[in-house]
């Protein structure tokens, strides 16, 4: 009955590697997204998908490659990973725009590139 | 800019209050929300305000919002050792139509 589930938890892969995170949402969301959180703990935001189009794509590498294959799923695949992409990632939801509701978000990802 | 700014750290004695402060630059800003971290786990939002509010409380918790001054606060009140977490403070952008958050604000109980 998770609300925002987001798979694996861990993932340790080697450099070079092209590695996907899944994440889904049972809440009847129309808008997720994809933020990373460094060592530091700051969060950014990555992604951002309205009804499967993309709405908001900050500055990420191309290697990065958001896809929704309809509006309670977002997954994030990651090419050619490198030591910098080690952070948690966090999938999150909510219902219409970010300006108007509060984001629920999954349990993270923690990616280790070795 | 798109800034939230927050202490990075804050150390109080069991039973005390806690207050953790947030400052914000978009005036636009329309909702201010708190979430807090666990260890190993997800945001959990606590609580939020709408623009137009000063404040909000919620058993142990008040939220006071300065608008002038772009300004948010968070009071735990009688602070307990499971409120040991990383409490952020993230604001609407409606330029850009998304949530930016604070560095987060690192909160320990001593006892």
């Known amino acids: 009955d998770t609300a925002v589930s987001q798979t694996p938890k861990y993932l340790v892969t080697q450099m070079g590697n092209d590695k996907s995170i899944k994440c889904e949402q049972n809440l009847g969301h129309d808008t997720m997204y994809w933020y990373k959180q460094d060592s530091k703990k700051f969060l950014k935001i990555m992604f951002s998908y309205n009804n499967k189009e993309l709405i908001i794509n900050e500055t990420v590498p191309n290697r990065f490659s958001p896809k929704s294959p309809d509006k309670a799923h977002l997954n994030l695949h990651i090419n050619s990973l490198e030591l910098g992409d080690s952070a948690v990632y966090f999938c999150?939801?909510?219902?219409?725009?970010?300006?108007?509701?509060?984001?629920?978000f999954g349990n993270g990802t923690r990616l280790t590139v070795t | 800019g798109e800034d939230v700014e927050q202490s990075l750290f804050l150390s109080v004695r069991e039973g005390d209050s806690s207050v953790i402060n947030c400052t914000y630059t978009?005036?636009?800003?329309?909702?201010l929300y708190w979430y807090k971290q666990e260890p190993g786990a997800g945001l959990q939002l606590l609580t939020y305000?709408?623009?137009?509010?000063d404040m909000k409380q919620d058993q142990r918790l008040t939220v006071l919002l300065n608008k002038k001054d772009k300004h948010l606060s968070l009071r735990i009140a009688d602070t307990q050792t499971g409120d040991s977490a990383i409490y952020f403070c993230?604001?609407?952008?409606?330029?850009?139509?998304?949530?930016?958050f604070g560095s987060g604000t690192r909160l320990s109980i001593r006892p």
């Open positions: 999150a939801s909510s219902q219409g725009s970010q300006s108007q509701s509060p984001l629920h």
């Open positions: 978009d005036s636009s800003s329309t909702y």
């Open positions: 305000i709408f623009s137009n509010m």
């Open positions: 993230a604001a609407t952008y409606s330029s850009a139509s998304k949530i930016i």
